[in-house]
């Protein structure tokens, strides 16, 4: 599996790795344990990681008690690892750091000792339990680590060329033409459905069996579930009940998430603390409502408005439908011949929000209703700001198409009402690239090149 943050770890080890750890945080199954230990033996001597989810009593008691003896520290840590460290030339991993915060509290004096460099994964990294009574270390540079994009998860299929033309054809807003353009929508509804989850693209790759894809996908959300009973103390039964509702909340044509779904009466202060903790999971991408379309669009956040997406599109087919409703290979293979009638719009906006967030994105939207006025009714998908700020027009409002009939009006009202905010309005649809009355028309496998 080749996947795009490995670049990233290169250049943190060539630049600042003498100066501050490294720490990659994602959700389970994201592949961080996978490609920490990919680099750590291409790239250096040798390398000791320790995963604390499994990491003996033994191994635990050399960061207790030798902590701030570093020369008993590291000749114990190589003992109990069985493994030669070498200064300047060897790498030490704290995979899944978050099941002993001590851990992460000692990379300031690791760090400032020099000999090694240090890369920490995990996941809930800012939840009270896993922050609680330590202090964290300014000596740590954090990077998020999403399911692989489409671009990865075309390499994983063998096809390393493909989206090389697709960049340039976005980059000189051209179409693709017929063959090209239809061979990627097939790729791109291959990716919805599998997903970008390692293992089950893996999976997909070597017995190309639905079954075992949502067998795979399925032990994935289980896996959640479990980290929910385990880990969102006194938020269990609220964090379960957003997740559970995150299909159906979607399949709305106003995607906004609808608190009266948690139960009657359900206030957004008494369910803040769970909507938090599924973010910071990494299972959930949440878009938030801005107030108006200017630059720091986190400064207009409306934080009482806001959409769920399921941070990896596989994840949410299986998650909508359950393993009685349907058999996973008949299903999987409606979705790819576009024969299944169910709410397309619902799984290719969220596609969009996925590739939207993992090319660096915080998402935001737009919504405004009027009993009275239809000039104020407008909602748009996605607010997403232009490559390079100028002193107006900076923000793209773009709207998500997933069949070839559709109408543009929020569109339109909402470039009147913010005419000196609004850059071009793009519209990403089933077609291919087109520019017409100031509006570009893109294909959805290019929402990742925004």
Avoid at 67 to 86: C, I, S, T
Avoid at 126 to 149: F, G, L, Q, T
Wanted: hydrophobic share 40%.
């Amino acid at each position: 599996m080749r996947r795009k943050i490995y670049n990233q770890l290169l250049e943190w080890k060539e630049k600042r790795s003498r100066k501050e750890a490294l720490l990659i945080d994602g959700a389970r199954r994201v592949g961080k344990s996978w490609i920490v230990e990919e680099f750590a033996r291409k790239e250096f001597k040798s390398y000791i990681l320790i995963d604390f989810s499994e990491a003996s009593d033994t191994m635990l008691d050399v960061f207790r008690t030798y902590r701030g003896k570093w020369d008993d520290f590291f000749m114990h840590l190589q003992l109990e690892a069985g493994k030669k460290l070498y200064p300047g030339e060897s790498l030490i991993v704290f995979d899944e750091i978050q099941k002993f915060p001590v851990a992460r509290e000692i990379i300031k004096y690791l760090v400032q000792d020099g000999r090694y460099a240090y890369i920490e994964t995990g996941s809930l990294m800012s939840i009270n339990a896993n922050v609680k009574n330590i202090n964290i270390p300014s000596e740590e540079h954090r990077i998020d680590m999403h399911p692989m994009d489409l671009e990865e998860f075309l390499w994983a299929l063998g096809d390393d060329m493909i989206m090389d033309y697709v960049r340039e054809c976005f980059a000189k807003r051209k179409p693709l033409g017929q063959s090209l353009h239809r061979k990627m929508m097939d790729y791109l509804r291959l990716y919805m459905i599998v997903g970008g989850m390692p293992q089950a693209v893996a999976e997909w790759v070597e017995s190309k069996d639905f079954d075992e894809v949502d067998r795979t996908k399925r032990n994935i959300l289980a896996l959640y579930r479990s980290d929910i009973s385990k880990y969102a103390k006194g938020q269990e039964a609220r964090v379960t009940k957003i997740f559970d509702t995150v299909p159906s909340q979607l399949q709305r044509h106003e995607k906004k998430f609808k608190l009266s779904a948690l139960g009657k009466g359900t206030r957004g202060r008494n369910v803040e603390t769970a909507f938090f903790w599924l973010e910071e999971s990494r299972v959930v991408n949440t878009c938030f409502a801005a107030s108006e379309p200017s630059v720091g669009l986190e400064m207009k956040v409306d934080d009482a408005s806001r959409k769920l997406y399921m941070a990896d599109t596989g994840l949410l087919i299986s998650h909508a439908f359950t393993e009685a409703a349907i058999k996973a290979e008949e299903l999987y293979r409606k979705l790819i011949h576009d024969k299944l009638e169910v709410n397309k719009g619902m799984l290719v906006e969220n596609l969009v929000a996925q590739m939207l967030r993992t090319a660096g994105h915080k998402l935001y939207f737009f919504s405004s209703y009027s009993k009275t006025e239809s000039e104020e009714r407008m909602e748009i998908d996605f607010l997403v700001p232009k490559a390079v700020i100028s002193n107006r027009h900076n923000i793209h409002p773009i709207e998500v198409k997933s069949s070839p009939r559709y109408t543009l009006t929020s569109i339109g009202r909402f470039a009147k009402k913010f005419d000196s905010y609004v850059a071009e309005p793009i519209v990403l649809h089933t077609s291919d690239v087109k520019v017409e009355d100031g509006t570009i028309y893109l294909p959805l496998y290019m929402s990742g090149l925004l």
